[in-house]
Protein backbone atom coordinates (compact mmCIF):
# COMPACT_ATOMS: atom_id res chain seq x y z
CA UNK A 1 0.00 0.00 0.00
CA UNK A 2 0.88 3.48 -0.78
CA UNK A 3 2.55 5.58 2.26
CA UNK A 4 2.97 8.93 0.59
CA UNK A 5 0.14 10.98 0.05
CA UNK A 6 0.93 11.95 -3.88
CA UNK A 7 0.05 7.98 -3.88
CA UNK A 8 -2.81 8.25 -2.08
CA UNK A 9 -1.53 7.70 1.32
CA UNK A 10 -2.40 10.00 3.82
CA UNK A 11 -1.28 13.47 4.51
CA UNK A 12 1.42 15.16 6.77
CA UNK A 13 -0.71 18.23 6.87
CA UNK A 14 -4.00 18.48 5.41
CA UNK A 15 -5.29 21.66 6.87
CA UNK A 16 -1.96 23.60 5.03
CA UNK A 17 -0.91 26.78 6.49
CA UNK A 18 -1.51 30.29 7.36
CA UNK A 19 -3.25 32.57 3.47
CA UNK A 20 -1.05 35.22 2.50
CA UNK A 21 -1.72 37.85 2.41
CA UNK A 22 -2.73 38.58 6.15
CA UNK A 23 -5.18 41.48 6.06
CA UNK A 24 -8.16 43.05 7.85
CA UNK A 25 -10.08 45.96 7.94
CA UNK A 26 -7.38 48.32 8.33
CA UNK A 27 -6.58 47.44 4.56
CA UNK A 28 -10.27 47.91 3.63
CA UNK A 29 -10.40 51.24 5.68
CA UNK A 30 -6.95 52.13 3.61
CA UNK A 31 -8.53 51.22 -0.23
CA UNK A 32 -12.28 52.59 0.81
CA UNK A 33 -10.64 56.32 2.01
CA UNK A 34 -9.04 56.23 -1.83
CA UNK A 35 -12.01 55.30 -3.58
CA UNK A 36 -14.06 57.95 -1.49
CA UNK A 37 -10.97 60.66 -2.26
CA UNK A 38 -11.08 59.97 -6.24
CA UNK A 39 -8.06 60.10 -6.23
CA UNK A 40 -6.82 56.87 -7.69
CA UNK A 41 -4.04 57.51 -10.11
CA UNK A 42 -0.56 57.79 -9.05
CA UNK A 43 -0.41 61.55 -11.06
CA UNK A 44 0.96 63.79 -9.76
CA UNK A 45 3.83 61.39 -9.10
CA UNK A 46 3.94 60.72 -6.08
CA UNK A 47 0.63 60.26 -4.63
CA UNK A 48 -0.37 61.00 -1.24
CA UNK A 49 -0.04 57.43 -0.30
CA UNK A 50 2.58 56.54 -2.63
CA UNK A 51 4.59 58.94 -1.07
CA UNK A 52 4.06 58.21 2.67
CA UNK A 53 5.02 54.63 1.60
CA UNK A 54 8.18 55.48 0.13
CA UNK A 55 9.49 57.71 3.01
CA UNK A 56 8.24 54.97 5.96
CA UNK A 57 10.02 52.14 3.86
CA UNK A 58 13.02 53.90 3.50
CA UNK A 59 13.46 54.35 6.99
CA UNK A 60 12.81 51.25 7.63
CA UNK A 61 15.22 49.93 5.23
CA UNK A 62 17.44 52.46 5.98
CA UNK A 63 17.49 54.27 2.93
CA UNK A 64 17.21 58.41 2.21
CA UNK A 65 14.99 58.16 -0.75
CA UNK A 66 12.36 55.65 -2.06
CA UNK A 67 10.60 55.37 -5.14
CA UNK A 68 7.28 53.20 -5.64
CA UNK A 69 6.30 51.94 -9.21
CA UNK A 70 4.35 49.35 -10.87
CA UNK A 71 6.75 45.97 -10.05
CA UNK A 72 9.97 44.70 -9.08
CA UNK A 73 10.99 44.17 -12.73
CA UNK A 74 10.42 47.66 -14.16
CA UNK A 75 12.24 48.90 -10.97
CA UNK A 76 15.80 47.26 -12.14
CA UNK A 77 15.40 48.54 -15.40
CA UNK A 78 14.55 51.66 -14.07
CA UNK A 79 17.70 52.01 -12.05
CA UNK A 80 19.84 50.98 -15.06
CA UNK A 81 18.25 53.85 -16.82
CA UNK A 82 18.97 56.32 -14.19
CA UNK A 83 22.27 55.41 -13.99
CA UNK A 84 22.63 55.63 -18.12
CA UNK A 85 23.15 52.58 -18.61
CA UNK A 86 21.79 50.72 -22.26
CA UNK A 87 22.74 50.27 -25.25
CA UNK A 88 26.21 48.35 -25.87
CA UNK A 89 26.58 48.14 -22.24
CA UNK A 90 27.52 44.85 -20.40
CA UNK A 91 25.41 44.16 -16.67
CA UNK A 92 26.30 41.03 -14.68
CA UNK A 93 23.83 38.66 -13.13
CA UNK A 94 23.73 35.46 -11.13
CA UNK A 95 22.61 32.19 -13.20
CA UNK A 96 19.91 31.78 -10.02
CA UNK A 97 17.28 34.33 -10.27
CA UNK A 98 14.30 35.09 -11.44
CA UNK A 99 13.62 35.75 -15.40
CA UNK A 100 13.03 39.80 -14.00
CA UNK A 101 16.97 39.65 -13.15
CA UNK A 102 18.23 38.97 -16.62
CA UNK A 103 15.01 40.97 -18.68
CA UNK A 104 15.96 44.12 -17.00
CA UNK A 105 19.10 44.67 -18.75
CA UNK A 106 17.68 43.71 -21.59
CA UNK A 107 14.80 45.86 -21.24
CA UNK A 108 16.94 48.66 -20.95
CA UNK A 109 18.87 47.77 -23.79
CA UNK A 110 22.11 46.40 -22.17
CA UNK A 111 23.24 42.87 -22.38
CA UNK A 112 22.88 40.75 -19.24
CA UNK A 113 25.97 38.65 -18.62
CA UNK A 114 25.34 36.10 -16.79
CA UNK A 115 27.85 34.07 -14.19
CA UNK A 116 27.40 31.11 -11.51
CA UNK A 117 26.91 31.16 -8.12
CA UNK A 118 28.28 30.33 -5.28
CA UNK A 119 28.11 27.03 -3.42
CA UNK A 120 27.48 28.23 -0.39
CA UNK A 121 24.71 30.89 -0.76
CA UNK A 122 23.77 30.02 -4.10
CA UNK A 123 23.75 34.12 -4.90
CA UNK A 124 26.06 35.47 -7.43
CA UNK A 125 30.17 34.45 -7.52
CA UNK A 126 32.36 37.16 -6.78
CA UNK A 127 34.97 35.35 -8.21
CA UNK A 128 33.12 35.27 -11.42
CA UNK A 129 31.61 38.19 -10.98
CA UNK A 130 35.66 39.75 -12.04
CA UNK A 131 36.20 37.72 -14.28
CA UNK A 132 33.35 38.46 -16.51
CA UNK A 133 34.32 42.36 -16.07
CA UNK A 134 35.32 43.93 -20.13
CA UNK A 135 35.37 47.70 -20.87
CA UNK A 136 31.91 47.64 -21.78
CA UNK A 137 30.31 45.92 -18.44
CA UNK A 138 29.08 48.81 -16.26
CA UNK A 139 26.91 47.55 -13.45
CA UNK A 140 26.52 44.47 -11.54
CA UNK A 141 22.76 42.91 -10.18
CA UNK A 142 23.29 40.73 -7.24
CA UNK A 143 20.53 38.86 -6.26
CA UNK A 144 19.48 38.39 -2.35
CA UNK A 145 18.40 35.03 -2.84
CA UNK A 146 15.87 32.89 -0.51
CA UNK A 147 17.30 33.70 3.14
CA UNK A 148 20.70 34.75 1.82
CA UNK A 149 22.55 38.05 1.16
CA UNK A 150 25.07 38.32 -1.82
CA UNK A 151 28.44 38.78 -0.43
CA UNK A 152 28.07 42.66 -0.79
CA UNK A 153 31.64 43.02 0.71
CA UNK A 154 32.90 41.36 -2.03
CA UNK A 155 30.65 42.90 -5.22
CA UNK A 156 30.95 46.50 -3.46
CA UNK A 157 34.99 45.85 -3.48
CA UNK A 158 34.98 44.82 -6.99
CA UNK A 159 32.29 47.60 -8.03
CA UNK A 160 34.44 50.11 -6.63
CA UNK A 161 38.12 49.13 -8.06
CA UNK A 162 36.17 48.56 -11.62
CA UNK A 163 34.00 51.53 -11.46
CA UNK A 164 30.77 49.75 -11.59
CA UNK A 165 27.32 50.72 -10.52
CA UNK A 166 25.38 47.91 -8.21
CA UNK A 167 21.84 47.21 -8.51
CA UNK A 168 20.54 45.09 -5.46
CA UNK A 169 17.82 42.66 -6.86
CA UNK A 170 15.97 42.46 -2.90
CA UNK A 171 12.62 41.22 -4.32
CA UNK A 172 13.47 38.35 -1.51
CA UNK A 173 14.86 40.37 0.92
CA UNK A 174 12.84 43.57 2.47
CA UNK A 175 13.89 43.68 5.72
CA UNK A 176 17.68 42.34 5.66
CA UNK A 177 20.57 43.47 6.77
CA UNK A 178 24.08 43.42 5.87
CA UNK A 179 26.25 44.27 8.63
CA UNK A 180 23.93 46.69 9.88
CA UNK A 181 22.92 48.38 6.49
CA UNK A 182 19.71 47.61 5.06
CA UNK A 183 19.51 44.99 1.78
CA UNK A 184 18.90 47.68 -1.37
CA UNK A 185 20.86 50.52 0.82
CA UNK A 186 24.56 49.29 -0.12
CA UNK A 187 24.83 49.50 -3.91
CA UNK A 188 23.53 52.29 -6.14
CA UNK A 189 20.22 51.00 -6.47
CA UNK A 190 18.02 48.56 -4.09
CA UNK A 191 15.01 47.19 -5.98
CA UNK A 192 12.12 45.61 -4.39
CA UNK A 193 8.93 43.71 -5.45
CA UNK A 194 5.48 44.29 -4.24
CA UNK A 195 3.96 41.71 -6.14
CA UNK A 196 1.49 38.98 -4.27
CA UNK A 197 3.36 36.27 -2.88
CA UNK A 198 5.79 39.33 -1.72
CA UNK A 199 6.50 39.71 2.04
CA UNK A 200 5.85 43.25 1.94
CA UNK A 201 3.00 43.36 -1.17
CA UNK A 202 0.05 45.15 -2.41
CA UNK A 203 -1.09 42.73 -5.19
CA UNK A 204 1.41 44.10 -7.89
CA UNK A 205 4.35 47.25 -6.93
CA UNK A 206 7.88 48.11 -6.51
CA UNK A 207 10.06 50.25 -5.08
CA UNK A 208 13.61 51.80 -5.60
CA UNK A 209 15.81 52.83 -2.95
CA UNK A 210 18.74 54.62 -3.13
CA UNK A 211 21.15 57.06 -1.10
CA UNK A 212 21.59 59.29 -3.55
CA UNK A 213 19.19 61.99 -4.34
CA UNK A 214 19.87 62.76 -8.11
CA UNK A 215 19.24 59.10 -8.93
CA UNK A 216 15.93 59.34 -7.18
CA UNK A 217 14.91 62.24 -9.02
CA UNK A 218 15.69 60.75 -12.08
CA UNK A 219 13.82 56.97 -11.17
CA UNK A 220 11.09 59.70 -9.96
CA UNK A 221 11.33 61.37 -13.62
CA UNK A 222 11.69 57.85 -15.60
CA UNK A 223 8.38 56.42 -13.74
CA UNK A 224 6.51 60.06 -14.28
CA UNK A 225 7.11 60.00 -18.16
CA UNK A 226 10.17 62.15 -17.72
CA UNK A 227 8.49 64.54 -16.44
CA UNK A 228 11.74 66.87 -14.62
CA UNK A 229 11.38 66.37 -10.63
CA UNK A 230 14.62 69.16 -10.10
CA UNK A 231 13.38 72.69 -8.76
CA UNK A 232 14.15 74.47 -11.85
CA UNK A 233 12.31 71.87 -13.95
CA UNK A 234 15.40 71.41 -16.49
CA UNK A 235 16.19 67.63 -15.97
CA UNK A 236 13.70 66.01 -18.42
CA UNK A 237 14.27 62.10 -18.90
CA UNK A 238 13.50 59.40 -21.49
CA UNK A 239 10.50 57.93 -19.06
CA UNK A 240 7.11 56.46 -19.66
CA UNK A 241 4.14 55.78 -17.31
CA UNK A 242 5.58 53.36 -14.60
CA UNK A 243 3.71 54.83 -11.78
CA UNK A 244 1.71 52.85 -8.76
CA UNK A 245 -1.95 54.00 -8.43
CA UNK A 246 -3.04 54.79 -5.21
CA UNK A 247 -5.32 51.70 -4.42
CA UNK A 248 -2.39 49.73 -4.23
CA UNK A 249 -0.41 52.14 -2.45
CA UNK A 250 -2.50 52.56 0.08
CA UNK A 251 -2.52 49.17 0.89
CA UNK A 252 1.05 49.04 0.91
CA UNK A 253 0.95 51.08 4.43
CA UNK A 254 -0.59 48.68 6.80
CA UNK A 255 1.22 46.00 5.40
CA UNK A 256 3.97 47.60 6.04
CA UNK A 257 2.80 48.15 10.22
CA UNK A 258 2.37 44.30 10.14
CA UNK A 259 5.91 43.75 8.70
CA UNK A 260 8.22 43.63 11.88
CA UNK A 261 5.63 41.33 14.04
CA UNK A 262 6.12 38.46 10.29
CA UNK A 263 9.93 38.81 10.04
CA UNK A 264 10.33 38.27 13.43
CA UNK A 265 8.16 34.93 13.90
CA UNK A 266 9.67 33.38 10.66
CA UNK A 267 12.84 34.08 12.27
CA UNK A 268 11.69 32.37 14.95
CA UNK A 269 10.63 29.45 13.02
CA UNK A 270 13.00 29.39 10.36
CA UNK A 271 16.01 28.90 12.89
CA UNK A 272 13.80 25.88 14.78
CA UNK A 273 13.91 24.62 10.90
CA UNK A 274 17.78 24.51 10.88
CA UNK A 275 17.84 22.56 14.46
CA UNK A 276 15.95 19.89 13.44
CA UNK A 277 15.85 20.03 9.13
CA UNK A 278 19.30 17.60 9.35
CA UNK A 279 18.13 14.73 11.33
CA UNK A 280 16.60 13.80 8.06
CA UNK A 281 19.01 12.07 5.77
CA UNK A 282 20.23 14.13 2.54
CA UNK A 283 19.05 17.21 4.38
CA UNK A 284 21.20 20.00 4.28
CA UNK A 285 20.71 23.79 6.13
CA UNK A 286 23.31 26.25 3.96
CA UNK A 287 23.31 28.61 6.98
CA UNK A 288 22.75 32.33 6.32
CA UNK A 289 25.91 34.56 6.63
CA UNK A 290 27.09 35.59 9.73
CA UNK A 291 27.30 38.92 8.45
CA UNK A 292 23.59 39.54 7.93
CA UNK A 293 22.53 41.41 10.80
CA UNK A 294 18.58 41.40 10.46
CA UNK A 295 17.50 38.35 9.02
CA UNK A 296 14.36 38.35 7.06
CA UNK A 297 13.13 35.95 4.12
CA UNK A 298 10.31 35.89 1.18
CA UNK A 299 11.74 31.78 0.83
CA UNK A 300 13.89 29.37 3.10
CA UNK A 301 16.11 27.48 1.12
CA UNK A 302 16.46 23.90 2.03
CA UNK A 303 19.31 21.68 0.20
CA UNK A 304 18.87 18.22 -0.64
CA UNK A 305 21.49 15.52 -1.86
CA UNK A 306 19.54 13.60 -4.60
CA UNK A 307 22.11 10.60 -4.50
CA UNK A 308 21.57 10.22 -0.62
CA UNK A 309 17.78 11.51 -0.64
CA UNK A 310 16.49 9.23 -3.32
CA UNK A 311 14.98 11.56 -5.46
CA UNK A 312 15.78 15.16 -7.03
CA UNK A 313 13.85 18.31 -6.08
CA UNK A 314 11.26 18.40 -8.34
CA UNK A 315 9.68 15.15 -7.48
CA UNK A 316 10.34 15.89 -3.53
CA UNK A 317 8.38 19.14 -4.23
CA UNK A 318 5.36 17.20 -5.89
CA UNK A 319 4.96 14.46 -3.25
CA UNK A 320 5.80 18.12 -0.33
CA UNK A 321 2.46 19.31 -1.95
CA UNK A 322 0.68 16.49 -1.33
CA UNK A 323 1.52 15.86 1.80
CA UNK A 324 0.54 19.54 2.56
CA UNK A 325 3.70 21.50 2.53
CA UNK A 326 4.40 24.35 0.56
CA UNK A 327 7.84 23.73 -1.22
CA UNK A 328 8.73 24.75 -4.63
CA UNK A 329 11.39 24.13 -7.14
CA UNK A 330 11.28 28.23 -7.60
CA UNK A 331 14.11 29.08 -9.97
CA UNK A 332 15.90 26.99 -12.65
CA UNK A 333 19.46 28.35 -14.06
CA UNK A 334 19.42 31.09 -16.59
CA UNK A 335 20.89 28.55 -19.28
CA UNK A 336 17.12 26.51 -19.08
CA UNK A 337 14.87 29.53 -18.11
CA UNK A 338 11.78 28.95 -20.76
CA UNK A 339 11.33 32.78 -20.58
CA UNK A 340 14.78 33.90 -21.20
CA UNK A 341 15.40 33.49 -24.58
CA UNK A 342 18.15 36.55 -25.68
CA UNK A 343 17.25 35.63 -29.64
CA UNK A 344 13.64 37.34 -28.86
CA UNK A 345 14.96 41.15 -27.83
CA UNK A 346 16.40 41.86 -31.26
CA UNK A 347 19.18 43.56 -29.28
CA UNK A 348 22.13 44.85 -32.07
CA UNK A 349 24.35 43.54 -29.24
CA UNK A 350 22.66 40.05 -28.75
CA UNK A 351 23.55 39.42 -32.42
CA UNK A 352 27.35 40.70 -31.90
CA UNK A 353 27.22 38.77 -28.80
CA UNK A 354 25.59 35.49 -29.61
CA UNK A 355 27.63 33.34 -28.51
CA UNK A 356 27.83 34.74 -24.96
CA UNK A 357 23.67 34.77 -25.17
CA UNK A 358 23.17 31.14 -26.21
CA UNK A 359 21.84 29.10 -23.44
CA UNK A 360 22.83 25.72 -25.24
CA UNK A 361 26.51 27.37 -24.86
CA UNK A 362 26.34 28.52 -21.21
CA UNK A 363 27.39 26.18 -18.49
CA UNK A 364 26.95 27.00 -14.42
CA UNK A 365 27.47 23.88 -12.59
CA UNK A 366 26.57 25.47 -9.50
CA UNK A 367 23.13 26.67 -10.57
CA UNK A 368 22.80 23.86 -12.16
CA UNK A 369 22.70 21.76 -9.33
CA UNK A 370 21.13 23.78 -7.37
CA UNK A 371 18.38 24.28 -9.78
CA UNK A 372 17.87 20.95 -11.27
CA UNK A 373 18.71 18.55 -8.34
CA UNK A 374 19.02 20.55 -4.93
CA UNK A 375 16.92 23.24 -4.21
CA UNK A 376 13.77 23.59 -2.35
CA UNK A 377 11.85 26.61 -1.83
CA UNK A 378 9.67 26.67 1.38
CA UNK A 379 7.16 29.43 0.84
CA UNK A 380 6.98 32.24 3.81
CA UNK A 381 3.58 31.09 5.24
CA UNK A 382 5.69 28.05 6.29
CA UNK A 383 7.01 29.85 9.11
CA UNK A 384 3.58 31.71 10.29
CA UNK A 385 2.33 28.31 11.42
CA UNK A 386 4.30 28.08 14.86
CA UNK A 387 6.43 25.17 16.10
CA UNK A 388 4.00 22.47 14.77
CA UNK A 389 4.14 23.66 11.17
CA UNK A 390 8.01 23.42 10.71
CA UNK A 391 7.88 19.50 12.68
CA UNK A 392 5.52 18.76 9.75
CA UNK A 393 7.85 19.78 7.50
CA UNK A 394 10.58 18.26 8.51
CA UNK A 395 7.69 14.86 9.04
CA UNK A 396 7.03 15.19 5.73
CA UNK A 397 10.37 15.33 4.39
CA UNK A 398 11.56 11.83 6.71
CA UNK A 399 8.39 10.30 5.27
CA UNK A 400 9.35 11.27 1.39
CA UNK A 401 13.11 10.00 2.23
CA UNK A 402 12.08 7.10 3.98
CA UNK A 403 9.47 6.56 1.21
CA UNK A 404 11.51 7.72 -2.41
CA UNK A 405 11.22 4.68 -4.22
CA UNK A 406 7.47 5.45 -4.36
CA UNK A 407 8.50 8.27 -6.31
CA UNK A 408 10.43 6.24 -9.27
CA UNK A 409 7.79 3.92 -9.96
C1 LIG B 1 14.46 37.67 -7.60
C2 LIG B 1 13.32 38.41 -8.22
N1 LIG B 1 13.57 39.54 -8.92
C3 LIG B 1 12.59 40.26 -9.48
C4 LIG B 1 11.28 39.88 -9.37
C5 LIG B 1 10.25 40.68 -10.13
O1 LIG B 1 9.29 41.26 -9.35
P1 LIG B 1 7.84 41.61 -9.99
O2 LIG B 1 7.09 40.31 -10.09
O3 LIG B 1 7.25 42.55 -9.01
O4 LIG B 1 8.07 42.22 -11.32
C6 LIG B 1 10.95 38.73 -8.62
C7 LIG B 1 9.57 38.28 -8.36
O5 LIG B 1 8.69 38.07 -9.04
C8 LIG B 1 11.99 37.97 -8.05
O6 LIG B 1 11.74 36.85 -7.36
Known amino acids: MAELAINGGTPVRPQGYPAWPVWDETEIEAVTSVVRSGEWGGYPEPGVNAAAFEERFSAYQGAAHGVLMVNGTITMEVAL ?5 GWGDEVIIPALTFAATAYAPM ?39 GHHMADMDRIMDIANRHGLAVVEDCAHAPGQRWKGTGAGCIGSFGSF ?13 GSLLTNDEALARRAHS ?20 YRLGELHA ?50 YILRIDPDEFGAENEPVCAALEAEGIPGEVQYPPMSRYDLFQPSRSRLPVAVEFADRL ?17 SIYFMENTFRAGRQ ?21
Open 81 to 85: KALDI
Open 107 to 145: AAGALPVIVDVEPRTWTIDPDAVEAAITDRTKAVMPVHL
Open 193 to 205: SHQSSKILTSGEG
Open 222 to 241: IVDCGRPKDAEEQEVTFGAN
Open 250 to 299: ALLLPQLERFEAQRVEREENARYLEEIATSVPGVHVMRADERITRWSFYN
Open 358 to 374: DPAKMSFPVAEAAGLRE
Open 389 to 409: GIEDVVEALAKIHKHADELRV
